[in-house]
């Protein structure tokens, strides 16, 4: 969602102290989610007949949605070292954190959508992803811990860059660009709060809606971006 930057700021980028290269961190770290997709189809055999292989296509929704929320996480954290190639040691402890959390939260992120996804799967109440009402709220809380800390990980990221930028060699442009992203991880963490507060404060039959509160997240981020983008246009056109 963050705007190109124009030629003339890539050249003044090119003057900081600006590593661009692939370093080892960003290998490890692609081995790291690499790993984590695995672990979302590792549990998975061969099927055995047509039926285990029409319930493992069945399957594919949940896995999908798995998926691409690891590629997302990937997205912005690949985003983050080619914008700004940091490698001293504060960025990558919170980069360390970041890839801990991804590998910790993989599988209550398969649990809570096989279990969405179950009856669609197995059959009406032949999942064998089981949860009892009670543990709907403790579900929810999980998820939305994970979510808050991954994306204000990115945050502090994303802050200590814009805050070395005259080191790193930013443009004012840049700097702004690097504002919004960490308005946008912000965000992010503002609604895994809400979801994390439904999830607490609804009855536990009703602690599954929290779930739709990340569904808030598309028009928010568009309304935030629009503005920005009024911003952007009225500072540096």
């Keep these: 969602m963050n705007p190109p930057l124009h030629r003339q700021d890539l050249e003044n980028a090119r003057a900081g102290e600006r590593n661009n290269e692939i370093q080892r961190i960003e290998t490890f770290s692609d081995g790291v989610f690499a790993f984590a997709v695995t672990l979302l189809i590792v549990s998975l055999e061969v099927p055995h007949s047509f039926n285990e292989l029409i319930t493992t ?37 919170l980069n360390i954190a970041l890839l801990f959390l991804v590998l910790f939260y993989v599988y209550p992120l398969k649990f809570l959508f096989s279990l969405i996804f179950g009856d669609m799967v197995y ?21 939305a811990l994970g979510f808050i800390a991954i994306y204000f990980l990115f945050f502090l990221m994303f802050h200590r860059a814009r805050n070395h930028s005259e080191k790193l060699g930013m443009s004012p442009l840049e700097r702004f660009d690097c504002g919004s992203t960490m308005y946008r991880m912000l965000i992010m963490v503002a609604m895994g709060g809400l979801s994390l507060l439904a999830a607490l404060l609804l009855k536990d039959g009703q602690a599954g809606w929290a779930g739709y509160v990340y569904f808030l997240l598309w028009p928010a981020i568009t309304i935030f971006y629009r503005y920005r983008k009024r911003l952007r246009k009225k500072l540096f056109h």
């Design 123 to 143: 059959g009406p109440e032949k999942s064998p992803f089981t949860i009892t009402y009670k543990q709907i709220p403790l579900l929810m809380s999980i998820y």
């Design 57 to 93: 296509m069945r399957g594919f929704l949940g896995f999908g949605i798995s998926f691409f929320i690891l590629v997302f996480i990937w997205l912005e954290q690949h985003r983050f070292f080619r914008s700004y190639g940091m490698t001293d040691g504060g960025t990558l402890s």
